[in-house]
């Protein structure tokens, strides 16, 4: 595989694009909701750039619930989440369902603060007959929008579980092994009509990861892989959603915690293997719109069987901390450093970003990215060893 087929399976895997002008609209329902019954109310997004965007919306919504007289917090589900392209000068929509609570009466509005401060009003009404069952009660484009063909089908149900996990990117540096690629993505294990989802309303978060890294000799005789990490792993996710808006204060965005194996599908005494069980939080200082920084400590614990590389917590330690400085629309610096047990040995990884579009000629963005790498085990099957590299190429997820 040569380094043009390579770069051509990266981009076909994750193209990602930042939303950046993009108008949200809330749209309610026509009907009398009834107390205690579900609504089903749809967030529009409108693109009047001349680009198509990709927009993230989040699997849940916190909203207000209010009337002249008292408010009531309610949690709006998403009936799909991840990213949605928004084609130029159009318009997506997703669609979220809230209880009423069930001593709500009248006219009552909904706020949203978040992606974008919004709001739709709805009316309340106790059912004629006291015993039917409330009934649900849609707003007009979930309703009035015509049917999918199969292929969107699949794409809710399979495709659009889909998202980006950790950084993808090519690199490529001048000392062997000159090559160092990343790909990865996560897939959203429950729909949400999951029955599963509704009884433990967390199970929603749940994902399966796989991330695949690999230091490549490409200017050695047949151009051999040295060493590859295959990391699957299964997670459970919360995510506070984006408020752009929002002060610059200190704040927790959301955590991972799950279970990772890592190994190298190497045989004898090349073979390294390592399983762990990990939380990982989200802290930001700074506007989220504007320049901050993002603080994300890794806490990891070693699980099962070390006999391909026992000592492997004297190079890795217990803890991985990254912090990144950057905004979305401008260029980014990210810190990732390791110290092994005994603060004697360790790692530190620079990543500086560059945003860049090729509008006229490929109708593209991604990034340029400059890696620094110092430390021990930049590979798993040299875990124990230093080495210190820099390379250039381009991130299409930093």
Same mark, same amino acid.
């Given at each position: 595989?040569?380094? %043009?087929?390579?770069?051509?399976?990266?981009?076909?895997?994750?193209?990602?694009?930042?939303?950046?002008?993009?108008?949200?609209?809330?749209?309610?329902?026509?009907?009398?909701?009834?107390?205690?019954?579900?609504? *089903?109310? $749809?967030?529009?997004?409108?693109?009047?750039?001349?680009?198509?965007?990709?927009?993230?919306?989040?699997?849940?919504?916190?909203?207000?619930?209010?009337?002249?007289?008292?408010?009531?917090?309610?949690?709006?589900?998403?009936?799909? !989440?991840?990213?949605?392209?928004?084609?130029? /000068?159009?318009?997506?929509?997703?669609?979220?369902?809230?209880?009423?609570?069930?001593?709500?009466?009248? /006219?009552?509005?909904?706020?949203?603060? *978040?992606?974008?401060?919004?709001?739709?009003?709805?009316?309340?009404?106790?059912?004629? $007959?006291?015993?039917?069952?409330?009934?649900?009660?849609?707003?007009?484009?979930?309703?009035?929008?015509?049917? +999918?063909?199969?292929?969107?089908?699949?794409?809710?149900?399979?495709?659009?579980?889909?998202?980006?996990?950790?950084?993808?990117?090519?690199?490529?540096?001048?000392?062997?092994?000159?090559?160092?690629?990343?790909?990865?993505?996560?897939? /959203?294990?429950?729909? @949400?009509?999951?029955?599963?989802?509704?009884?433990?309303?967390?199970?929603? !978060?749940?994902?399966?990861?796989?991330? +695949?890294?690999?230091?490549?000799? %490409?200017?050695?005789?047949?151009?051999?892989?040295? $060493?590859?990490?295959?990391?699957?792993?299964?997670?459970?996710?919360? +995510?506070?959603?984006?408020?752009?808006?929002?002060?610059?204060?200190?704040?927790?965005? !959301?955590?991972?915690?799950?279970?990772?194996? @890592?190994?190298?599908?190497?045989?004898?005494?090349?073979?390294?293997?390592?399983?762990?069980?990990?939380?990982?939080?989200?802290?930001?200082?700074?506007?989220?719109?504007?320049?901050?920084?993002?603080?994300?400590? *890794?806490?990891?614990?070693?699980?099962?069987?070390?006999?391909?590389?026992?000592?492997?917590?004297?190079?890795?330690?217990?803890?991985?901390?990254?912090?990144?400085?950057?905004?979305?629309?401008?260029?980014?610096?990210?810190?990732? !450093?390791?110290?092994?047990?005994?603060?004697?040995?360790?790692?530190?990884?620079?990543?500086?970003?560059?945003?860049?579009?090729? $509008?006229?000629?490929?109708?593209?963005?991604?990034?340029?990215?400059?890696?620094?790498?110092?430390?021990?085990?930049?590979?798993?099957?040299?875990?124990?060893?230093?080495?210190?590299?820099?390379?250039?190429?381009?991130?299409?997820?930093?």
């Amino acid at each position: 595989m040569n380094i %043009i087929r390579l770069a051509g399976l990266l981009l076909a895997l994750i193209a990602v694009a930042h939303a950046q002008n993009v108008v949200v609209n809330l749209l309610a329902p026509v009907e009398a909701a009834s107390p205690g019954g579900e609504v *089903r109310v $749809d967030l529009v997004v409108l693109n009047p750039t001349p680009t198509e965007v990709v927009f993230e919306t989040p699997l849940t919504l916190s909203g207000t619930l209010s009337s002249e007289r008292r408010s009531w917090k309610v949690e709006l589900r998403g009936q799909a !989440g991840g990213g949605a392209l928004v084609a130029a /000068r159009g318009f997506s929509y997703r669609s979220f369902i809230f209880t009423v609570p069930a001593d709500a009466r009248g /006219r009552l509005v909904l706020d949203l603060d *978040r992606p974008q401060p919004v709001r739709a009003l709805i009316e309340v009404k106790a059912a004629a $007959d006291p015993g039917r069952e409330p009934q649900l009660v849609s707003a007009p484009l979930s309703t009035s929008l015509p049917g +999918q063909p199969a292929a969107s089908v699949i794409q809710r149900t399979f495709a659009g579980r889909f998202s980006p996990h950790e950084p993808v990117y090519f690199i490529y540096g001048p000392d062997a092994p000159g090559a160092k690629f990343q790909f990865s993505f996560k897939y /959203r294990v429950l729909g @949400e009509k999951a029955g599963l989802g509704k009884t433990l309303p967390a199970l929603r !978060g749940l994902y399966a990861g796989f991330t +695949q890294r690999s230091l490549w000799d %490409i200017d050695a005789q047949s151009s051999p892989f040295y $060493d590859s990490s295959y990391m699957p792993e299964l997670m459970l996710e919360s +995510q506070s959603v984006v408020d752009s808006g929002g002060d610059g204060g200190f704040k927790l965005l !959301g955590y991972q915690a799950g279970v990772r194996h @890592e190994s190298n599908g190497q045989q004898g005494v090349d073979s390294r293997s390592v399983n762990i069980a990990y939380v990982r939080p989200v802290f930001s200082v700074g506007r989220l719109d504007g320049w901050n920084l993002l603080v994300i400590p *890794r806490v990891f614990g070693y699980i099962a069987d070390l006999k391909d590389n026992p000592d492997i917590a004297a190079y890795r330690g217990h803890v991985e901390l990254t912090a990144i400085l950057g905004r979305n629309d401008r260029a980014a610096l990210a810190l990732t !450093g390791r110290i092994g047990n005994g603060f004697h040995k360790g790692s530190l990884q620079a990543d500086l970003t560059f945003p860049v579009k090729f $509008d006229r000629m490929f109708d593209f963005a991604t990034y340029v990215l400059i890696q620094y790498w110092n430390g021990y085990g930049e590979s798993l099957r040299d875990y124990n060893k230093q080495t210190s590299k820099v390379r250039a190429g381009f991130s299409l997820v930093r």
